[in-house]
C-alpha cells in the first residue's frame, strides 16, 4: 500500500493555489490545518511556563510525527475510488464528493425554543449533565431527522470535539439515555439515536 504513495501522480503541494484561495493555502504550498497545527506547536513551546505537561508531551508527538501524517493523509485522498486491493477502504477525495452529494447542500437550520421546551429539557437534564449540552443535542435531533424515520445519525465523535471533551461520549449521553433521548450501540464514533417524547 505505502508504494502507492510515492507515485509522481500523487502531490502534497499545492502552492499555485495560493492566489485563488489565500486562506486555504500559502505561497509555500502549507494549508491552514498544517499552519494551525505548527503555530499550536510554537506556541506551546514558547510559553512552557503557562502551558501544562500534558500539553508539552502532546505538542512534541505533533512535532515529531504530523508532518509526514499529514503528507501521507492529503495523499491517501487522491487515490482514486475504483483502487482495488490494500487501497480499496481507504478515504479518498472521490467519497467525500459521493457523500456530499447524496447529504446535499449545507444547512444553516436554526432551532429555537419556548420557554415551556427549555423547562422540560433541563427537568430530564441530570445535575451530572450541562443543560447547554442537553439543549444541544436536542437541536441537533430536531434539525437533522429525516422526514422518513424517527431516528437521526449522531456524530458523536464531533460532539466531543465541539465541547472539548470526551465528557460527552463518555459521562454526558450515557445519563440522558432514555431520558432526552434513546440511542442504539454507538461503533466509530457514531450512533443513532431518537428523541423521546
Not at 32 to 56: E, P
Not at 160 to 184: C, E, H, N
Request: hydrophobic residues 40%.
Amino acid at each position: 500500500m505505502w508504494g502507492l504513495f510515492s507515485q509522481p501522480q500523487f502531490r502534497c503541494c499545492f502552492s499555485e493555489y495560493n492566489a485563488e484561495f489565500p486562506e486555504l493555502v500559502d505561497a509555500e504550498g502549507r494549508g491552514w490545518l498544517y499552519r494551525h497545527v505548527h503555530s499550536m506547536i510554537s506556541f506551546v513551546r514558547a510559553n512552557t511556563k503557562v502551558t501544562s505537561a500534558h500539553a508539552q508531551k502532546h505538542c512534541e508527538t505533533l512535532a515529531s510525527g504530523f508532518d509526514t501524517a499529514w503528507r501521507n493523509k492529503v495523499v491517501q485522498l487522491q487515490i482514486p475510488i475504483f483502487s482495488s486491493g490494500d487501497n480499496a477502504w481507504l478515504l479518498n477525495l472521490d467519497g467525500i464528493l459521493a457523500d456530499a452529494l447524496e447529504l446535499g447542500p449545507l444547512r444553516g437550520t436554526e432551532i429555537s425554543f419556548t420557554d415551556e421546551e427549555l423547562s422540560r429539557i433541563a427537568s430530564v437534564t441530570p445535575p451530572s449533565v450541562p443543560v447547554e449540552a442537553a439543549q444541544m443535542l436536542v437541536a441537533y435531533c430536531l434539525a437533522n431527522k429525516p422526514a422518513d424515520s424517527e431516528w437521526v445519525v449522531l456524530p458523536v465523535t464531533n460532539f466531543d470535539a465541539y465541547f472539548g471533551t470526551t465528557s460527552f461520549s463518555r459521562k454526558w449521553l450515557p445519563a440522558l439515555d432514555g431520558r432526552a433521548i434513546q440511542r442504539d450501540a454507538q461503533s466509530f464514533g457514531v450512533c443513532r439515536a431518537r428523541l423521546v417524547t
